[in-house]
């Protein structure tokens, strides 16, 4: 095989609780993260050395091209990027990309044998984020977000939209004023979180009474148009508002997709908006 397409699918967040400061200096995260029908699209081509191609301006140190230098093994790769997942949104699209190229590499190359537990550990290097990318569907996410326990995708009509100013995760964590807490937390069972029943159960109406992003209110200090997108999505009549990771996109969830798409047409004048459904992958080869 020459050439490998694949679609690295958008995740967002349904609940997030940052728990506390660890000892190490990172945040311990407790939430359910969930891939969507928004997706950037890499081919990657055989190639004699690197070379990247996308149709928007990507940072020199980018996560597609770490992955790739992790599985290359001094094979070489011709990579195109068509992006469509917004960057600053807390839409994982930098993690995604990532997990794509890990993915896709040994389609393109069969004699690059991983593992899983070891393409896992390789993704976990790239960022926290990219696991659950490998995976995708629905999971409930603990550590730094890479601890995943996987849970069913259930069928979820959304409502995606982001204004003109991103969110730095860097920028905003370092906002945070969180006590260091003096030992490693202790980490409850999934299974008895409120959040993670709501999505065993398939119960969706105790699910959005229960979403909510801890890092909200911080977020919104950055950039006050998040609480004016989620009033406005409100206001079109959303079940449940949040924001996605650590913004500035914010998603909300409709009670049938009929109504997703009608309130789509009311913010023409955002940059990112879409309608979209919940998915059960976070790569797929085509």
Not at 26 to 34: K, N, P, V, Y
Not at 255 to 283: H, I, N, W, Y
Request: charged letters at 20%; hydrophobic letters at 45%; proline letters at 6%.
């Amino acid at each position: 095989m020459d050439v490998v397409t694949a679609r690295a699918y958008a995740k967002v967040n349904l609940t997030l609780d940052v728990v506390c400061r660890r000892p190490d200096g990172l945040h311990e995260l407790s939430g359910i993260m969930q891939s969507v029908g928004i997706f950037d699209t890499l081919t990657l081509r055989r190639a004699k050395s690197f070379t990247l191609v996308s149709n928007v301006r990507l940072p020199e140190q980018n996560t597609i091209t770490r992955a790739a230098e992790l599985l290359l093994g001094g094979r070489g790769v011709a990579i195109e990027l068509t992006k469509r997942i917004p960057s600053e949104a807390g839409m994982g699209g930098a993690s995604a990309d990532a997990a794509a190229v890990l993915r896709a590499l040994p389609a393109l190359y069969p004699d690059i044998r991983v593992m899983e537990e070891e393409l896992m550990r390789i993704a976990l290097t790239v960022g926290a984020d990219v696991p659950f990318c490998m995976t995708g569907g629905c999971a409930h996410a603990a550590g730094t977000g890479e601890l995943l326990t996987p849970l069913p995708t259930l069928d979820l009509p959304l409502l995606i939209v982001k204004g003109r100013v991103g969110i730095s995760t860097a920028a905003l964590f370092k906002s945070l004023c969180l006590p260091k807490a003096d030992a490693e937390p202790v980490r409850p069972d999934p299974a008895e979180l409120p959040d993670v029943r709501a999505v065993l159960s398939g119960d969706t109406e105790a699910l959005a009474g229960l979403m909510h992003n801890g890092l909200q209110a911080a977020s919104e200090m950055l950039a006050p148009e998040i609480a004016q997108l989620a009033d406005r999505l409100r206001a079109q009549g959303a079940k449940a508002v949040t924001m996605t990771g650590s913004g500035s996109a914010v998603a909300a969830l409709f009670c049938t997709m009929e109504e997703a798409v009608q309130a789509e047409k009311k913010f023409s004048d955002l940059p990112f908006v879409r309608a979209c459904r919940t998915v059960p992958q976070g790569v797929e080869i085509i």
